[in-house]
């Protein structure tokens, strides 16, 4: 058994609030003592987190975000501060999903600003996603656009706080696919970044690598059996509380 793992479900704008609430029900009756080394996380819409503060009583399970603002406080239309997801109970936050990336024009640079806000300043631990795209692989780039990645949002953290950070590799072109990267390409791939940022001096915190993209429970075993992997980030899957459990009761 591993010292520490994650299992962490990205809802993305999958589930209402009713379906939230419901899933919670369900999966709190599931048994969680199986493995006291692994935290669940469960990442709703905004919307969502308040009315599930108080259905969830287990002390495995803790609340994250999908996303939050690379801002402090003001006057920034539609944006969610890390304070005020402290006020909600979130633990954690996903930050450079591919989706942002992708779809709603987040750049690097702003990624590292929201990275650094929660990494320096806030309570809330990151969830730091990055990934190659398809044409990136074919055009031989994926160990320069992860290594960048990891440059531009890791360079200004405050390693010495202690703080734990979570590195989520998710390969683009494997996400909402229902296949998965096979996995010789993850063990390749996590090491190029558990090499990568042996250049920081993180000796005081906590660094744990996932996987994401297409991970269920017919293939959760294989990957998890990779000694750098210690969880997942897992999308649509995690929405079914019973695929999902079953993915938890692999670790
Ligand atoms: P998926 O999504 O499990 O649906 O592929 C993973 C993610 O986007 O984090």
Not at 13 to 18: D, E, F, G, H, S
Not at 186 to 196: E, L, M, R
């Amino acid at each position: 058994m591993k010292d520490k793992s994650f299992c962490i479900a990205n809802w993305k704008m999958y589930l209402n609030n009713i379906e939230s609430i419901n899933f919670i029900k369900k999966f709190i009756k599931y048994d969680f003592s199986l493995n006291n080394n692994c935290e669940i996380v469960i990442c709703p819409s905004f919307t969502s987190i308040p009315l599930l503060i108080d259905l969830i009583d287990s002390n495995n399970i803790t609340l994250g975000s999908q996303d939050v603002s690379n801002r402090e406080k003001g006057a920034f239309t539609g944006e969610i501060s890390s304070t005020m997801l402290e006020e909600l109970n979130c633990k954690w936050s996903i930050v450079g999903h591919s989706e942002r990336r992708q779809l709603l024009g987040e750049s690097n640079d702003m990624i590292a600003e929201k990275l650094k806000l929660l990494y320096n300043k806030s309570l809330i631990k990151p969830i730091f996603c990055i990934g190659e795209t398809l044409d990136e692989v074919q055009a031989n780039k994926t160990q320069y656009i992860l290594e960048s990645q990891i440059e531009s949002a890791m360079t200004d953290l405050n390693f010495n706080s202690g703080k734990d950070l979570l590195i989520a590799y998710e390969p683009v072109w494997a996400i909402g696919t229902g296949v998965s990267a096979d996995i010789d390409t993850i063990y390749k791939n996590i090491k190029i970044i558990k090499d990568f940022i042996k250049k920081f001096d993180t000796k005081n915190c906590n660094i744990y690598l996932l996987y994401g993209g297409s991970v269920n429970k017919d293939n959760a075993s294989e990957i998890y059996s990779l000694d750098e992997v210690s969880g997942f980030l897992i999308g649509s899957v995690s929405t079914d509380p019973e695929n999902f459990y079953s993915i938890y009761k692999q670790f």
